[in-house]
């Protein structure tokens, strides 16, 4: 059997047990679900952005046609209003989520990996690529 050029070592889970190996790769996901999570962030970010900005437009628009209530109200309640608790903006619940959680996550994941797995990643996925290559030579 070929050794994997990107990991030397061709058996790097062999002295781990199922419920390590299982946890092992439950922190892993964990930290991949949290980066997803981060990119929808990003996304709610540049979309509120976008909205604001129309709002910006709508503003100078209904100013010039004559509409000033409507544009002081665009400019007086919604774009210098926060999306959470009405002070906090977008960026600062992704500043927060980065800081924190995703950042305390992957601080884990890396102890985790270090202390298991010697800090390899993708060892079970490395582990299940074996298998089916195994599977693939026997038959």
Known sequence: ????????????DAALTDRELEALHEVELGLEWLQRA?????EFHHATGHGMDHLA???ILLRA?????????????????????GDRWSYDVLEDFQETLLTETDVL???VRRELADGRRHVPERRQER??????ERD
């Open 131 to 136: 298998r089916w290559k195994e599977r693939a």
């Open 38 to 42: 981060q990119g929808c962030l990003l």
């Open 65 to 85: 046609s004559g509409h000033e209530a409507l544009a002081d109200a665009i400019r007086t309640e919604l774009l210098p209003h926060g999306v959470v608790d």
């Open 57 to 59: 437009d709508a503003e």
């Open 109 to 111: 994941e890396s102890r």
């Open 1 to 12: 059997m070929a050794t994997d050029e990107h990991d030397p070592d061709p058996q790097p």
